[in-house]
Every structure is written in structure tokens, then in C-alpha cells.
């Protein structure tokens, strides 16, 4: 069966690869937005609608996936940083306390359209930081394109204390979960 990854993120596509997967990448570029409130619907919403619309444009049989992360601290839900200042203020909010990384998944089959969506979550513990060091993190650049403004398989690394829950889904796609829908819902076995 055809594996189509719909997702723009190198992460996700280098998570996938190394697994030995067969697969081929189709960007969604929809527009990141859902009405509902709650975290975890809002990824499986997003993660829905990314897998959905690459769905629509295909004309073979094939299974596609979709996914999509925040972070969220309190009740805020953090997207990707539009700039330097909303990259520091969310890392000035993030750190010396923990948040919790949500991503959606969504696996649609184009024979049927059978859609399957699941979501995870890790709590992440970040350091707490001088201004100086969020100043310094924020150069490295890394941040810009990640939920949270940090990318903890980076330098992000250095910032992080501890995790409780699946590192991958903090990357952006929760790997084990995935393949366990693959397996349950698809019939799609990869051992
Ligand atoms: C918190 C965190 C997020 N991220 C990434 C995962 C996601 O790629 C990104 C959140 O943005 P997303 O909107 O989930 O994904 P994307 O825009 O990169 O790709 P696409 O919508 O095409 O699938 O943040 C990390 O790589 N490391 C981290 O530590």
C-alpha cells in the first residue's frame, strides 16, 4: 500500500525514513486554523484537514498522513513564533516551568475514506533561563520554525530538563502511536 506523508516538516519526514519506510511527501499548504478550543481536538482538527485535502487531490489507492503540534502552557495554545520578540516571549514563558506538547495525527484511506485521528502528549520541563541565554537560543535560528519557538532535537537540547512521554510526538510525530493506528485501523503492519 502507497504511504503519502502530508507534511511540509523535515522532522516528520526524517522520523518516517528512519524506519525504513517507503513513502512520498505531498504538502497539504492548507491554512492552519480550527474553531475548536480544546488541544487536543484543535491538532486532530489541523492534523485532519492536512491529511484530507492531499486525500482529495490523489487518484490511487494509498494511505495518508497528516499531523500537526503545539505547545501549550497554562491555557495557551503556541504556534510557531512570527519573530524574534514573540519567539522570546514565549520562551521567557516556557521556562523555569513545564508545558505540555500536544500533536494530532490523522491517517485517511483514499479507497474508502476511512479517517482515523489520535493525538499525544508529552510534558516537557524547561530550565530556567537568563535572558541572555534565551537571547543566545533565539540566534541560533532553529526555533523559528518550531511549535514553542524551541526544537528540543536541537540546541533545544540544552534548554530542556526533562520530558515524561513520547520524545518523538515533542518532534512531531508520535511514531509508536501512529504505527499502532496503521496496524489496529489499516491492517498496514511494518513488523
Ligand atoms: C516543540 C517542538 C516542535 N517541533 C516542530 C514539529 C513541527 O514540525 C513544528 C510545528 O509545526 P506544525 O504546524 O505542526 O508542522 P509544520 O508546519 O512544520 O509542517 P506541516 O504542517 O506541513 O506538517 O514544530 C520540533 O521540531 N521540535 C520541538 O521540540
Redesign the pocket.
Given at each position: 500500500m502507497k504511504i503519502v506523508l502530508a507534511?511540509?516538516?523535515p522532522?516528520?519526514r526524517e522520523l518516517l525514513s528512519n524506519l525504513g519506510l517507503d513513502f512520498q511527501v505531498i504538502?497539504?499548504n492548507v491554512e492552519?486554523f480550527s474553531s475548536e478550543k480544546h488541544p487536543s481536538r484543535y491538532v486532530m482538527d489541523l492534523s485532519f484537514n492536512?491529511a484530507l485535502l492531499v486525500a482529495k487531490k490523489l487518484k490511487e489507492e494509498a494511505i495518508v498522513i497528516g499531523?500537526?503540534?503545539v505547545?501549550v502552557i497554562e491555557d495557551k495554545v503556541l504556534?510557531?513564533p512570527k519573530d524574534r520578540d514573540e519567539a522570546y516571549i514565549m520562551l521567557k514563558n516556557l521556562q523555569g516551568r513545564v508545558h505540555t506538547?500536544y500533536t494530532g495525527i490523522t491517517i485517511v484511506r483514499t479507497k474508502d475514506f476511512k479517517c482515523v485521528s489520535d493525538f499525544e502528549e508529552t510534558k516537557v520541563w524547561i530550565k530556567k533561563l537568563e535572558d541572555e541565554e534565551i537571547f543566545n537560543y533565539i540566534d541560533t535560528g532553529e526555533g523559528y520554525?518550531?511549535?514553542?519557538a524551541?526544537?528540543?532535537?536541537g540546541f533545544?537540547a540544552l534548554i530542556v530538563e526533562k520530558i515524561e512521554g513520547d520524545y518523538f510526538n515533542?518532534?512531531?510525530l508520535p511514531i509508536s502511536k501512529l504505527f499502532d493506528i496503521l496496524k489496529r485501523e489499516f491492517g498496514v503492519r511494518l513488523l
Amino acid at each position: 500500500m502507497k504511504i503519502v506523508l502530508a507534511s511540509k516538516s523535515p522532522r516528520r519526514r526524517e522520523l518516517l525514513s528512519n524506519l525504513g519506510l517507503d513513502f512520498q511527501v505531498i504538502e497539504s499548504n492548507v491554512e492552519e486554523f480550527s474553531s475548536e478550543k480544546h488541544p487536543s481536538r484543535y491538532v486532530m482538527d489541523l492534523s485532519f484537514n492536512k491529511a484530507l485535502l492531499v486525500a482529495k487531490k490523489l487518484k490511487e489507492e494509498a494511505i495518508v498522513i497528516g499531523a500537526d503540534t503545539v505547545v501549550v502552557i497554562e491555557d495557551k495554545v503556541l504556534g510557531k513564533p512570527k519573530d524574534r520578540d514573540e519567539a522570546y516571549i514565549m520562551l521567557k514563558n516556557l521556562q523555569g516551568r513545564v508545558h505540555t506538547v500536544y500533536t494530532g495525527i490523522t491517517i485517511v484511506r483514499t479507497k474508502d475514506f476511512k479517517c482515523v485521528s489520535d493525538f499525544e502528549e508529552t510534558k516537557v520541563w524547561i530550565k530556567k533561563l537568563e535572558d541572555e541565554e534565551i537571547f543566545n537560543y533565539i540566534d541560533t535560528g532553529e526555533g523559528y520554525d518550531k511549535a514553542g519557538a524551541y526544537a528540543i532535537q536541537g540546541f533545544g537540547a540544552l534548554i530542556v530538563e526533562k520530558i515524561e512521554g513520547d520524545y518523538f510526538n515533542v518532534v512531531g510525530l508520535p511514531i509508536s502511536k501512529l504505527f499502532d493506528i496503521l496496524k489496529r485501523e489499516f491492517g498496514v503492519r511494518l513488523l
